[in-house]
């Protein structure tokens, strides 16, 4: 079998871009089509690779997904973020040890396993529901909210308030009317919150059940002039009984303390285990449950990062396993242009979800699970999604087929296939280009690639969220040959639009009206849109701030990159991403000059403070969270890693340290105390 390799820098720099591409299109279709192709577990596994190989890339800053073309948009007033996730004893031990500092009182409610759903109300009257969407913007669900019977549309007071929660569809109620029509019921729910229309048999709202977790009060000087006065709530635990009284359902809550931090994470870990005991008798489902520090003020002390609050963490239940019989692989070409396999496997029910398909990430993890078509797999599963193939057992038997049925609840017929090795392609699916070995991806280079073409298009569209250009135009408009690079959309004309299928005149003109309010554009959002492998909206601001002008963006050269690296956040393999982009696309980037404004962009000011030009990295026990140090050192100008090397400036060191220190010394890097820290931070 023959491919064409790439380089160890190369791999890297592809294998983040990759991984980008895999979480963003992930999260597309877990918040917004409520079709998960992956579970949970397998999910965070592609978060933490890429964090392990690139801790500040924009991707892991995210929460949810844009929303879909088409929708009514809502900005978020309060974002909602994710939480940051726990599956073993020493994370929850290691979280309790974080807020130390800050409290050990903590409040627990189950993680719900639904749709998340923001409320907004004014003068006690809801006005608009919103999902979580990116977590900054969702869509409007406004009029299918008000048909979930507990969510009120007056409270039982008159301020201006944001209550966030979770919609469930309850167990007893899928069972009853659902079971033989959708998966299950989270996905059933998320449907039910976002269909335009009432149909029967596709889910009605009024079937949901909210339960809230949270409430934003409004601040005086931006709520309603006649709302009476915002509420301050010295703990959550306090707001959650608030919400019960003006006709809120709280999810079940459990204040913990404890007088030390062993005792805490004991008393958290009873928690989880109790959860763990009752999910299966549960009304709904769940997935692990969520610890929040008690103390709002101390939470605001804790803060956050972009993608998750540093006060709350969610322990996840362990994933379940079943094995079935692998049927055989099928390889996809993705934007980036990695070729990934997806798994056919014989039908088999996991926790009540029926499942005929995996992931199998990549061709080094088909490598490295050593499997053959017609072999017995044990699969794992986490929440309400696809699982992964996590073993082979060895060459199926017969009956292992027997007492299968598909989703809709017809007898599996067909037989055991001959055992035989997955048939690794040489060439991309889609066009026939050599496919190259990019560490453990085989990827297509060929920017023209059909796949490659559709789903670019569709990242620049909804980059600069042209709603009216969504997945089945940009399919007709590839088909009929009318778009072969992204540019060429701006060169459609409306009769050409209104000559596809349902296209009449009114949806050209938005199209084309739509067009034309992007064709100029500053460098920052050019950037950002292009979708170059690694380089998200902020690395795209970020190099935009040093590079400036388009013109200076054509000319890049190897001379450029010391003063890339050089940028806050950025490491030498982003900016080796960013000119290998640059390099594959030099004839759409000059397509793209000739036929949009690209206008120039303000330099991005150097950073100041007395630690500015020093890196450090943080380890052992300290008497404030790392988190909150790692905050300091950057105002002041400072670099923080997550590792030591030769090349590190400061290491901060309390007590425990470990390896870290060991590795310091051993480096001759210089080893601070936090004292010597804090007198680094003096002017």
């Known amino acids: 079998m023959e491919w064409i390799e790439i380089g160890p820098d190369d791999a890297t720099s592809t294998r983040i871009a990759a991984l980008a591409e895999q979480i963003a299109h992930h999260s597309h279709l877990y918040y917004n089509e409520a079709t998960p192709e992956i579970s949970d577990t397998e999910f965070d596994a592609l978060w933490d690779e890429l964090k392990s190989l690139d801790s500040n890339h924009p991707q892991l800053r995210r929460v949810g997904a844009p929303v879909p073309p088409g929708s009514v948009k809502v900005v978020h ?5 994710s939480l940051d996730k726990a599956t073993s004893d020493d994370e929850v031990a290691h979280f309790v040890a974080e807020t130390t500092a800050h409290g050990r009182r903590f409040v627990a409610q189950p993680k719900l396993d639904g749709s998340a759903l923001s409320l907004e109300y004014r003068r006690g009257r809801l006005i608009r529901a919103a999902t979580r969407g990116s977590g900054e913007r969702g869509e409007d669900v406004t009029s ?4 979930i019977p507990n969510i009120p549309d007056r409270l039982l007071w008159g301020g201006d308030c944001h209550i966030r929660g979770e919609v469930v569809m309850h167990l007893d109620v899928f069972r009853s009317k659902y079971a033989d029509i959708a998966p299950n019921p989270r996905n059933l729910a998320a449907g039910s919150l976002r269909q335009k229309n009432v149909k029967a048999g596709k889910g009605d709202a009024s079937d949901l059940t909210f339960y809230a ?3 934003h009060f409004v601040p005086d000087e931006g709520k309603h002039p006649d709302s009476p006065e915002a509420l301050q709530f010295e703990n959550d635990s306090e707001s959650i009984a608030w919400l019960r009284e003006v006709g809120i359902t709280p999810a079940e809550e459990v204040v913990i303390e404890g007088a030390e931090d062993e005792d805490t994470t004991k008393s958290l870990l009873v928690e989880t285990e109790r959860w763990t005991q009752s999910r299966a008798t549960a009304s709904w489902e769940l997935d692990g449950v969520v610890f929040k520090l008690d103390n709002l003020a101390k939470r605001e002390l804790l803060g956050q990062t972009a993608h998750h609050p540093r006060w709350a963490l969610a322990w996840k239940f362990p994933p379940e396993e079943a094995t079935t019989v692998l049927l055989g692989i099928d390889w996809q070409t993705g934007r980036t242009g990695a070729v990934t396999p997806v798994s056919r496997v014989a039908p088999v029910v996991v926790s009540g979800v029926t499942v005929e398909n995996t992931t199998l990430h990549n061709v080094g993890e088909v490598e490295r699970l050593g499997i053959s078509i017609g072999d017995k797999v044990r699969i794992v599963r986490r929440g309400d999604v696809i699982p992964k193939i996590i073993e082979s057992l060895g060459a199926a038997q017969a009956s292992d087929l027997e007492s299968r049925f598909h989703a809709n609840g017809e007898p599996f017929t067909g037989g055991l296939p001959d055992s035989k090795p997955p048939q690794i392609p040489t060439d991309c699916p889609e066009c026939d280009t050599k496919l190259r070995l990019d560490g453990a991806f085989l990827r297509c280079s060929n920017i023209s690639c059909p796949a490659r073409l559709t789903r670019s298009i569709l990242y620049w569209c909804r980059a600069l969220e042209m709603d009216g250009i969504g997945e089945k135009l940009v399919e007709q408009l590839c088909d009929a040959g009318l778009v072969k690079t992204t540019p060429d959309i701006y060169r459609l004309t409306s009769e050409e639009l209104q000559g596809l299928e ?13 067009l034309d309010s992007t064709r100029e554009l500053a460098l920052d959002i050019f950037l950002s849109a292009l979708g170059l492998p690694g380089i998200g909206p902020e690395l795209a601001t970020a190099f935009a701030g040093e590079i400036c002008t388009m013109a200076t963006l054509l000319t890049l050269t190897e001379d450029d990159i010391e003063r890339l690296v050089a940028i806050e956040g950025v490491g030498e393999t982003v900016v080796q991403s960013l000119m290998s982009g ?11 000059n000739q036929i949009l404004t690209i206008t120039d962009v303000a330099r991005t000011e150097a950073p100041s403070g007395p630690l500015v030009g020093f890196s450090f990295c943080i380890t052992g026990t300290l008497s404030r969270p790392r988190k909150e140090i790692a905050l300091k050192i950057k105002a002041a100008g400072g670099k923080v890693v997550s590792t030591v090397s030769g090349k590190l400036d400061f290491l901060v060191a309390g007590e425990n340290a470990g390896t870290k220190l060991e590795k310091a010394t051993r480096l001759g890097v210089k080893v601070l105390s936090e004292v010597d820290w804090e007198t680094m931070l003096q002017p």
Do not use: G, H
């Open 77 to 81: 007033r309060f974002p909602m973020r």
């Open 144 to 147: 299918n909210a008000l048909r």
């Open 502 to 514: 349902r296209m009449a005149e009114k949806s050209a003109t938005n199209v084309m009206n739509q």
């Open 582 to 592: 640059i390099m594959d696309r030099s004839q759409i980037l000059e397509d793209f």
């Open 213 to 215: 977790y949270d409430v």
